[in-house]
């Protein structure tokens, strides 16, 4: 039996394997899902039948457990795609619950036992590292959804004091001192009351991470957090010594910390900035506002020059996730190459609030993914496009992260929607976009507003003369 275990969670490793790379590219993602669905269920099969065979008697537990876990995952799995960040974070919140419960109950049946073989050091190393990421992932996350929920009892606004950072980093050392001392004697009669004292440290660690970070910038942290759930689970199988589950949370972790300094290059913010800077709370810009007034059109002169155009460039922001314009954009594409036109969409590594925001999106209306080019590759053609339509993107097309030094955003890569001939730009007002900062692409000479609700307007376009 135990055989047919190892036979079932090493093929659960390799699907968890494919799953990550074929989720990597729009055109494998799906099967990407269903491989990781795949390789869930064996894992959770394997574990039951080698509970089974080992003469496990807790199933109702484990029955009751999986029904609550449908229950409250059933209502998590209908939010609209706009409240996908916080409910990733409220999955590694139960994540990250589900590793310190286990790491404490461990440790609690190892010390009940009385025998020091019950719990060698590295087990308690395992256990340490275990409950100290799993609890602050807990509490973390669990601020982290309620920023982006923006719930009325939380500033969005990064909170910050005098020698925060040390304090934190105090706590965090404190902690681990704390785990250091079990590691040396995990049987000494002040075990547990040390135990105790680590899980509350990184509670309040978990919290006193997540304060100082402005709410609109919680998904790079959340990737983070997705690091330390899965770095805890990891460290959950070497203490259960499951083979399955070091392989599981050792990808996660890693795919976690992967994105995170994707998401910090593409929004041009270092690691430690992230982890100690007060996140969230740029500084004003150094350079000169943007002289220049806005140049309105009307939607019938927008929609004939892309009809005149030989290739369009699209460029979608998190205005059109805001305003669900995706199935409009379809039409719009579905108008444009009926007349002979070349649309290319442009999309950034973080347009959006989340990675990937515009991908699901467009998939969504089920555009062709070979038409969703990346950064670089649309950056080659757009001082060939006759005309870039922006719709509800702002920080991802102001050229003053390639011109302004002094600009908050100065050197994060952009698309270059200005190098294109002609520019219409779709957002309802004024206002500026997540970085706070006006953006001089408005204000081009060649650059036209369309003002109101992405769907509205780009309904519009789509709409036949
Ligand atoms: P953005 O800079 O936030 O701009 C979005 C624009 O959409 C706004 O100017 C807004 O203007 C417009 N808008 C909002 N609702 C609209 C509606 N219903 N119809 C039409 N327009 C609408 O967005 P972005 O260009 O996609 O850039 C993303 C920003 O988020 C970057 O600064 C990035 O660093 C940051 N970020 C991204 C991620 C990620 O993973 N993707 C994570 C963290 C942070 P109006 O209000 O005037 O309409």
């Known amino acids: 039996m135990n055989a047919c275990v190892q036979g079932l969670y090493l093929v659960a490793a390799g699907l968890f394997i494919l799953s990550l790379r074929w989720m990597s590219d729009p055109a494998t993602a799906r099967r990407g899902v269903t491989a990781g669905v795949a390789a869930m269920t064996l894992a959770v099969v394997g574990t039951l039948a080698g509970l089974t065979a080992g003469g496990g008697t807790h199933f109702a537990w484990i029955l009751a457990a999986c029904a609550a876990g449908a229950a409250a995952g059933y209502p998590l799995a209908q939010v609209p795609l706009t409240a996908v960040p916080q409910r990733t974070a409220l999955s590694h919140a139960f994540g990250g619950l589900a590793a310190g419960l286990v790491g404490a109950a461990e440790y609690g049946l190892g010390f009940g036992r009385g025998d020091p073989a019950a719990l060698p050091s590295f087990t308690v190393l395992a256990l ?120 599981a949370g050792a990808l996660d972790g890693s795919s976690g910390l992967i994105l995170s300094v994707l998401m910090c290059r593409a929004m041009n913010r270092s690691f430690t900035h992230v982890l100690f800077g007060a996140f969230g709370r740029l500084p004003p810009s150094g350079g ?23 290739l369009v460039v699209i460029v979608p922001g998190y205005g059109m996730a805001v305003a669900q314009a995706q199935h409009r954009v379809r039409e ?66 102001n050229p003053a992260a390639r011109t302004d030094p002094g600009s908050p955003i100065f050197g994060m890569p952009i698309i270059d929607a200005d190098r294109a001939r002609l520019i219409y730009v779709i957002k309802r007002s004024r206002r500026p976009g997540f970085a706070g900062i006006e953006n001089p692409l408005h204000f081009l000479d060649k650059t036209f507003m369309l003002f109101g609700d992405a769907k509205t307007v780009v309904g519009e376009l789509a709409r036949q003369a």
């Open 128 to 247: 340490v590292t275990e409950v100290l990421l799993g609890c602050l992932t807990f509490t973390g996350s669990l601020l982290a959804a309620a920023k982006l929920q923006e719930v009325r009892w939380l500033p969005q606004r990064p909170l910050t004091w005098p020698g925060q950072n040390v304090l934190n980093l105090g706590l965090l050392a404190l902690a681990l001192g704390l785990g250091g001392a079990l590691v040396l004697s995990p049987m000494a009669p002040w075990g547990p009351a040390c135990f105790l004292g680590l899980v509350l440290l990184a509670l309040l660690f978990g919290v006193l991470f997540i304060l100082p970070i402005g709410g609109a910038d919680m998904p790079t942290v959340i990737s983070i957090l997705n690091a330390f759930a899965g770095l805890s689970a990891a460290a959950m199988g070497l203490a259960l010594d499951n083979r399955l589950l070091v392989v």
């Open 332 to 397: 719009l594409y579905d108008l444009l190459r009926r007349q002979g036109v070349t649309v290319k969409f442009a999309i950034h590594p973080v347009a959006g609030r989340m990675p990937g925001h515009m991908n699901v999106l467009l998939a969504e209306a089920e555009i062709p993914c070979e038409d969703l080019v990346e950064l670089e590759e649309i950056n080659r053609d757009l001082p060939q496009a006759d005309v870039a339509l922006v719709i509800g993107a702002n920080d991802v097309v």
């Open 288 to 310: 000169p506002a943007p002289a220049g007034s806005y140049r309105e059109d009307t939607v019938d002169s927008a929609r004939q020059a892309m009809l005149e155009a030989g």
